[in-house]
């Protein structure tokens, strides 16, 4: 008796799923800690504010980091690869683009190279969904 398939196993067996979910994860922690300290949150990303009052430009930031843990965690509870590779995929312009402004704005080398290392992560976990998505579909 030949079988045609052999049984694939689940999306959360896979690497690229449990790469992603710390992405979620810090995504959202990222969103509340703008929102609880807009003035130390943009110290941290390397930007520092002039004054408290550009606080809210922070907050538009928050409001747009907490959409992305939402939908990564969306996709991830819908166990959908396809999807969540090409997120990642395009997503990569936010942590080079972090690189970039931080770099611009004057920050510390440490924390360039921490959005640096973040790229890197997420250029890594593109790479594993992309992996994994394919070994799915066949």
């Known amino acids: 008796m030949v079988r045609a398939h052999a049984a694939q196993s689940p999306v959360t067996r896979t690497l690229g799923f449990w790469l992603a979910v710390p992405l979620a994860v810090l995504q959202a922690f990222n969103a509340v800690r703008a929102v609880a300290d807009p003035v130390g949150f943009s110290a941290y990303m390397g930007a520092p504010l002039q004054t408290a009052v550009d606080s809210a430009w922070v ?12 939908l990564v965690a969306q996709l991830l509870l819908r ?4 999807a969540l590779k090409w997120t990642a995929l395009v997503a990569l312009i936010m ?3 972090d690189a970039f402004i931080a770099h611009q704005a004057g920050a510390a080398s440490v924390i360039v190279a921490r959005h640096g290392a973040i790229a890197a992560y997420l250029l890594v976990v593109t790479v594993a969904l992309f992996w994994s998505a394919r070994g799915r579909a066949r």
């Open 59 to 70: 907050l538009i930031y928050a409001l747009r980091t907490g959409f992305i843990a939402l």
């Open 79 to 82: 166990r959908d690869l396809e």
């Open 95 to 97: 942590p080079l683009g």
